[in-house]
């Protein structure tokens, strides 16, 4: 397996990879867009504390969903160093601990999704 072998649909790793760079600058510009719309609105303290939590969560929910697209590329960048190991020795593939490790990762990943 190497960086532009494909990983689900027509995505490879380096697809992946500028996914997770074009979704991080989209949502900069989002958020920067987002705030300069609510600063009008916001004309006393009551407004403010009502708006702040809309942007918090909203900032959270960004981070989460990023986060879980790097721990994505990370499993995935291990699978591709792994694989470059191997391809010398046996049969190419993981062995029982790396699969293992993956395994736990990827369940990490489904219980906090």
């Known amino acids: 397996m190497d960086k532009d072998s494909p990983l689900f649909d027509d995505k490879n790793f380096s ?29 006393n303290m009551t407004d403010a504390s009502m708006m702040v939590p809309l942007v918090k969560e909203y900032l959270e929910v960004s981070v989460k969903n990023d986060d879980n697209l790097v721990k994505l590329t990370a499993i995935v960048q291990r699978l591709l160093v792994s694989s470059a190991k191997n391809t010398n020795t046996d049969d190419g593939m993981l062995s029982e601990a790396e699969k293992q490790q993956l395994m736990d990762a990827a369940q990490d990943l489904l219980d906090k999704g």
């Open 15 to 43: 697809d992946l990879l500028a996914d997770i760079y074009n979704n991080t600058k989209k949502k900069e510009k989002q958020i920067t867009e987002l705030i300069n719309q609510l600063k009008p609105m916001i004309r």
